[in-house]
């Protein structure tokens, strides 16, 4: 019985150890990442761009290149993705999630798309910036 009480304790300190350690900007990140999952996999890519800058200076780097630009970034989505059906179901997997400096985090890790004829899938690279309250992706590196 103390094993057994002994093991309890251990395991709630331990839990309440690793819930102090997350820092709260990655926090905020992770839920970025995954307002973007759920805009996605409701069919609308506006609202999952809200996780990117809002600006010119926005770099999206694909297959087909580099993308300068919010609108531009959407509008490519658009084409690429032109319904629910070609969007499929979204997942992303976060292998690294790291500061580079009080304002900018790096985000490596794998999508998936789960279609009815493909699972598409591959990795990506983010810049996250924060810009005032608000963490935003300042460049997008996927294949």
Request: glycine residues 6%.
């Amino acid at each position: 019985m103390k094993k057994l009480v002994f093991l309890l304790l251990l395991t709630f300190f331990s839990v309440q150890t690793y819930a102090q350690r997350i820092n709260p900007d990655e926090s905020a990140i992770r839920e970025v990442l995954k307002q973007q999952v759920e805009c996605w996999n409701e069919g609308n890519l506006e609202c999952f761009m809200e996780g990117y800058w809002k600006s010119d200076q926005l770099v999206f780097i694909g297959s087909s290149g580099i993308t300068y630009g919010w609108q531009k970034t959407l509008d490519n989505y658009k084409i690429s993705y032109p319904d629910k059906s070609a969007m499929g179901k979204l997942t992303f997997d976060v292998i690294i999630l790291e500061p580079l400096s009080e304002d900018f985090w790096s985000v490596i890790g794998k999508w998936n798309l789960k279609r009815q004829k493909d699972n598409p899938k591959g990795h990506f690279s983010l810049i996250f910036r924060r810009l005032g309250d608000d963490w935003v992706i300042v460049s997008d590196h996927s294949s």
